[in-house]
Structure formats: structure tokens, C-alpha cells
């Protein structure tokens, strides 16, 4: 009798480890694609931004491109052809289909591909060591960079219309000066043509402000999260 017991027992505790398991098992898989989803989002506006200019320049004009930004925004950027990459099938399809890909190198950095086209089979690659902050940097940059082509009453308009277009995943907005919630040493900052980050209500995520020459506008990107 006690064996039967046992057994029961035995098969029971059995039945609730496997259970257990399967549910640790689960929710770290739900976190790794979350993971990958955040960070192809903060990454995705800024990469098809980029691969949006490259795309109509000749070869001489796109290395020029490269260099610029690689020395501006500190992130090695280069451009080669998709067979060139040593990618796997799912890789290169998640590619193909207009995805941005994330690969995580460590902690907070990552290289990142997307394609420049699909008439057009060449890889944007960036590696990024810091990329909430770097992709920040960035994303102002370019941003930046286009709003200043319209007219300034203008600029708000077009601002929604490439949040929308390439998918940003995080927030953009123009705001004024006084009303972008600063202090007066980082309102001092933007004056003087300078890049702020501030840190976000329970520093946890990060706000990136720049000012616009000759505009009223301060552009805000975030609030950006850390990458875990």
C-alpha cells in the first residue's frame, strides 16, 4: 500500500517539477522576444533613415556618407553586400522582409543590420556600444538634418510623418524651450548648440534634447529604456 502511495506521491511531484520547468522555460522565452523587439524598435527608424539617404547616392557619395556619420555619431557604420554577411537563413529573411537585426554583442551594446533596399541587396551594419544613448544621438542627428529642409511651420508635420514612415519606436516631438521641462543650465546648454540627455521620472529612461538653429523648436526623443 505505502508503495502505491509513494509512487502517486512520486508521480505528483514529478508532474509539478516538469510544470515549473516548463514554465521558467516559457517566460524566458516571452523575455528574449521581448528583448529583440525593443531593441529592433529603437533601432529600426533610425537604420531605415539612414539606408533612405544612402539609398539614391552613387558609391563615392555613400562612403563619404559613412564616414561622416561614423565620426559624428561615434558608431562604426559600414555597407556591404548581403551575401558577404555571415548571416544565417532566418537572418537573412527577417532582412528580406524589411525587419531591422539586433545582435547582441554584450550588456548595452549590439550590431545592427538592415537593408538598404530591396531592389538593392547591401547591409547597413552599425556597432553600437551604448545603443539607447548612441542611437539617440543619432536618430537627432538625421532627424535634425531633414527637419531643416521645410519650412519651420512645417516642420512638426513632417516630424509625424517620418515617426510614422520608418517606424520609430520610441517617441519624437518639437517642443519650445520653456516648454520642454528643463532646467536652466540644460536650457543654457541647448542655447549654446549643445545635445542634453535627462534623465527620465525614476531614472529609468532618458530624455535627448537639441535645439534647431534658427527655429523655435527643441527636438525631444524619448523616453528611451535602457536595454537589459
Known sequence: MNSIFLRIYGGMLAALVLVALLGVGTLHLVNEVRADQYREGLARGTFRLMADNLAP?????RKRALAVWSRLLGIPLSLQSLDQ?????????????GQILVQQTGPHSAKVHGLLSEHEPLLLTGEIQQISEQLARATNYLLI???IRHPVDEQPRRLAELKAAKQFGFDLRLVR????GLDLDQRRRIDEGDTVMALGKGGDSIHVFSGIVDTPWVLEIGPLYQMN
Open 177 to 180: 524651450l520653456q516648454d520642454a
Open 57 to 61: 547616392m552613387n558609391e563615392v557619395e
Open 85 to 97: 554577411a555571415q548571416l544565417d537563413s532566418s537572418a537573412r529573411n527577417r532582412l528580406q522582409r
Open 145 to 147: 538634418d531633414e527637419l
